[in-house]
């Protein structure tokens, strides 16, 4: 039977749907790559089993997990980084030592196509085999224009070579190179008037992604990527207020900002034009956790002003060398006080929202059948323990790509 035609059917099973948990156990019914019906057990038609593949009964379906935020291409290794910062070196002081993002821009430039293919490559696999059906992967370590379409060709790659959906980012203003070293508007330049066009020339990149922060471009540079993005139609996002408070989430909220990303020093104001414009909020307690920060991100503020909150791994070689978004589930209800389930809406629906697929991570009928069945007994146990192995089955577009 060919994939269109073939519908599978789960019994008995606890469905969060990607914005809540449904009351009652129920019946799902997908239909090639589609969700053909979810219905509560009860008012369950035993004739609508017929020529369904039964998918087993139990356990808790959760729409394929959605990492919004993460830097999974890299050449090197900042295992050093570490151990300096746990004697006591700050995150600034080695990126203005020129360690930091630039030891790893020296070993991405240095490393080859094939080369940074094959590393990413396991890193993409563990956050599949932890559930992720959509991510998001941003360059920034390459800051040539070659070597920023050189990342993102690879991150094409990745999502052709892997059952999963992957969505590209280009964030040429993500650190200054040192050729620039003295003149960060002349990268800026290149930045807006070369990596963009060919990116979009090559329809490499599907948003474009700026470091809004003292250690890396102000405000005012971050706006004029901004205006070259949108003037070659591609979407905005930021990461901005991770450090210290410059304004930059206010800013790229104006814009229309799919999202801002970190903002632990997000204020009132920022806030307020987040609303306004409808971006998410993404917050990534991996990043936080591993850099020992202490300012929390104003979670409540966002709560009561109905900002949608996302989660994300922020995967990447230095702030956040993590590669398990269910860890960023527990992280995101011990460190910033998310409940378990606004912490699975922020890798599900809002995850998907912050990438522009406003509508999708959810279970409803006629839905892409992206969708993880886990070995346990209720959606918050996903938060609650940090434990490989629980992913049952999980389909992608309706294909089922893992089964224990
Ligand atoms: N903030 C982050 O958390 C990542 N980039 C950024 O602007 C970290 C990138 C790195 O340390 O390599
Ligand atoms: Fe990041």
New binding site residues.
């Given amino acids: 039977m060919s994939n269109a035609e073939r519908r599978r059917l789960w019994r008995d099973i606890c469905v969060f749907d990607g914005l809540c948990t449904l009351p009652e156990p129920m019946a799902v019914i997908t239909e090639g790559d589609r969700v053909a019906s979810l219905v509560a057990m009860r008012d369950f038609d035993e004739a609508s089993a017929q020529g369904c593949q039964e998918m087993g009964r139990g356990g808790v379906m959760t729409p394929g997990l959605v990492d919004c935020h993460t ?1 999974l291409v ?1 050449g090197g290794s ?1 295992a050093d980084e570490f151990e300096a910062r746990l004697e006591g070196v700050s ?1 600034e002081e080695i ?1 203005r030592r020129g360690g ?2 630039l030891s ?1 821009v020296t070993a991405t430039r240095e490393a080859s196509e094939e080369a940074l293919f094959a590393a990413a490559r396991p890193r993409l696999e563990a956050l599949i085999a932890d559930g992720v059906t959509t991510v998001e992967i ?1 360059s ?2 390459g800051l040539t224009v070659e070597d920023e379409l050189k990342m993102l060709r690879v991150a094409r790659r990745l999502g052709e070579a892997l059952p999963v959906r992957v969505v590209t980012t280009l ?1 040429g203003a ?2 200054l190179p040192p050729e620039y070293r003295d003149d960060s508007d002349g990268y800026i330049r290149l930045v807006c008037e070369e990596m963009i066009p060919a990116a979009a020339a090559e329809g490499l990149a599907d948003a474009v992604d700026v ?1 809004c ?1 003292k250690i ?1 471009f102000s405000v005012a540079q971050c706006q004029r990527v901004f205006e070259a993005a949108m003037a070659h139609g591609l979407p905005i996002k930021a ?1 901005a207020e ?1 450090l210290s408070n410059l304004g930059g989430t206010a800013m790229a909220a104006r814009h229309g900002a799919l999202s801002a ?2 903002i632990e020093y997000l204020d009132e104001a920022g806030i307020a034009a987040m609303r306004e414009a409808g971006s998410v909020a993404v917050i ?1 307690p991996g ?1 936080f956790h591993i ?1 020992r920060e202490t300012q929390l991100p104003p979670i409540a503020a966002l709560r009561e002003a109905g900002v949608p909150m996302a989660v994300a791994t ?1 995967a ?5 060398p993590l590669f398990m978004p269910t860890l960023m589930l527990n992280l995101a209800c011990t460190l910033f006080r998310l409940t378990p389930q606004e912490a699975l809406v922020g890798m599900t629906a809002h995850g998907a929202t912050a990438l522009g697929f406003k509508g999708e991570g959810r279970i409803q009928e006629d839905a892409t059948a992206d969708l993880c069945v886990w070995d346990v007994d209720t959606p918050a146990a996903l938060a609650y323990a940090v434990q490989p192995g629980r992913l049952r089955q999980r389909l992608f577009q309706g294909e089922l790509t893992h089964v224990v």
Avoid: C, M, V, W
């Fill in positions: 830097h890299f900042r995150y990126a930091g993002i790893t941003k920034g370590y964030l993500h650190a470091f922060e890396a990461h991770q990303d970190h990534l990043a850099l922020d990447n070689p230095g702030s956040s």
